[in-house]
């Protein structure tokens, strides 16, 4: 069987072939994209130590290690069912849409009819539609369904939601499989269903687990609709959370930065876990035989 090996994306310069000037300057912006993200960060870490974030703030060190926060996030406010929450409603809106992006991207991408690029086109645009526009249209749905104050809103939605992002990468991964596979699959009896499941599928899983990750920090990330469609404290994903945090007449801030030091701990650990897929799905997922 035909090797399959990453190439480099035209332009490739190794930071070794540079000039003495352009190195330099290459590390001061990687420098300063590293303060810019990390920056926020390390300032809510410390605010989360920090028994009142108001009377020390920036990123000033706390006088002593307060745990209060955390201990209050955990013991008090069950955290973790929020976190079975946003597991299980995350979880199941990336399969589904997954499923189904990998399917059409690959219909779009691999096969020649009327009409392909205005599909294409229309899926694109829905990336610059924003939430609060569907507002009610997307309300009355959920109403009408009788799914209103379910898990099951927040997955139809979260699965609907973000596909333009998931085809992009899903689609373009496709592009750069040779036609010369699915040919062979064919000739050895397959379907076009076999042919996607059994050749397309296991060569595509970077960028396919790619989107799903992405698609997945979207969704455990956001709140408008799980604050808009879901009321029962139960129910709630783990954004939610913060609300209880805060009050007509006091905000515990202690007790937020904490919560969210919670919140973002499994996406970086997903990440980490994920990072090479992302790596070679997001520089292009390009191969050759």
Do not use: H
């Not at 645009?125 to 099951?152: C, E, K, Q, W």
């Not at 085809?167 to 373009?172: D, R, T």
């Not at 919560?259 to 990440?271: E, H, R, T």
Request: some cysteine.
């Amino acid at each position: 069987m035909t090797n399959f090996l990453l190439k480099k994306p035209a332009g490739y310069r190794s930071i070794e072939a540079m000039s003495r000037w352009s190195r330099w300057f290459t590390y001061f912006c990687l420098a300063w994209g590293l303060l810019v993200a990390l920056g926020p960060l390390v300032w809510l870490v410390l605010a989360s130590f920090k028994e009142n974030p108001l009377a020390r703030p920036g990123f000033a060190l706390p006088e002593s290690i307060y745990l209060g926060g955390y201990i209050s996030t955990i013991r008090d406010l069950n955290v973790f069912q929020y976190f079975g929450n946003s597991f299980f409603i995350a979880g199941m809106s990336v399969v589904v849409s997954i499923m189904m992006i990998s399917m059409s991207a690959y219909v779009i991408a691999r096969f020649e009819f009327r009409g392909r690029g205005f599909v294409s086109t229309l899926l694109y645009t829905t990336m610059f539609i924003p939430a609060t526009a569907l507002t009610f249209p997307v309300y009355n749905l959920i109403n009408r369904l009788g799914i209103y104050d379910t898990r099951s809103a927040l997955i139809l939605i979260y699965a609907c939601s973000g596909i333009a992002v998931s085809f992009f990468v899903i689609k373009n991964y496709y592009l750069n499989i040779p036609r010369d596979l699915e040919d062979a699959a064919r000739i050895d009896g397959c379907g076009y269903v076999q042919t996607w499941w059994r050749v397309i599928f296991p060569i595509a899983r970077p960028g396919i687990l790619t989107a799903g990750v992405l698609a997945f920090l979207n969704n455990w990330n956001e709140y408008y609709w799980a604050s808009l469609v879901v009321i029962s404290r139960t129910k709630m994903p783990v954004p939610a959370l913060l609300s209880a945090f805060t009050a007509p007449t006091r905000t515990d801030y202690n007790g937020m930065c904490s919560a969210i030091v919670v919140i973002i701990l499994p996406p970086i650990i997903l990440y980490c876990i994920f990072n090479k897929f992302f790596i070679e799905a997001l520089s292009g997922g390009a191969v050759k035989g």
